[in-house]
C-alpha cells in the first residue's frame, strides 16, 4: 500500500475512493469485477491521483477493513465492568448508525465475509481477555457464539434482511451479553 499523506485534501481523496468502492462493491458483487478505471471515473478523480494513493482495488479494500478494525478496537483496552462495556458496545453502534449507508453497500457483495472472520477472532480475543478480567468462567463456544452471531447480525441488518432498527440491535446484543455472561448491572450505593 502507497504511503499514507495525512493532509486535509488527501484524506478528502481516499473518502472519495473509498465511497466510490463501496458503491461499486454493492453494483458489482465482487472486487474482482471492479477496476480501476470504473472506480476513477465513479469517485472523479483521475488515474494518477488514484495511484498517489493506492497501488491496486485491493489496496482499497484493505485500507478500508485497517481503518474499520482500528476504529472499532481503539478503547477496546479500557473495558473492565458491565458500564465500560456498554459505553464501548454504544460507540460501535454510533459509529455505525453515522456510516449506515456505508456498510450496506460493502456488505452487499460477499467479499466481505474474509474480512468478518478476521472481525471475528479479534473480537473473540478481546472479549475473552475482559471475561478473564473480571474472573467469568465461560465456555470458549460462548464466546464464539456470541462473536459469530454477532458479526451475522450486522451483515443480515446492513443488507436489509433483518426488520429491526440499530437500536434495537444495541438493545438486543447488550440483553445477550448480559445473559450469556451472567454480567450483573452495578448496584448504586446510597
Known sequence: MKVKVANVASQRTRIKIKEAYAK??????SISCITVKELVEKAGITRG???THYSNIYDVAKDFQDEIIDILFKDVDKIDSLD??????EMIFNHLKNNEELYKMMLASDDPLI???KLGKIMNKHLTEFLTSQNIKTHPLDVNFFTTGTICLFIKYFRDELDVS???LY?????VVKKL???????SKI
Not at 24 to 29: A, G, R, S, Y
Not at 171 to 175: A, K, L, R, V
Open 24 to 29: 461499486l462493491t454493492k453494483e458489482k458483487k
Open 49 to 51: 491521483t488514484f495511484y
Open 84 to 89: 465500560s462495556l456498554k459505553s464501548y458496545l
Open 115 to 117: 474480512f468478518m472472520y
Open 166 to 168: 440499530l437500536e434495537e
Open 171 to 175: 438493545i438486543y446484543i447488550i440483553e
Open 181 to 187: 455472561f451472567n454480567l450483573k448491572e452495578p448496584t
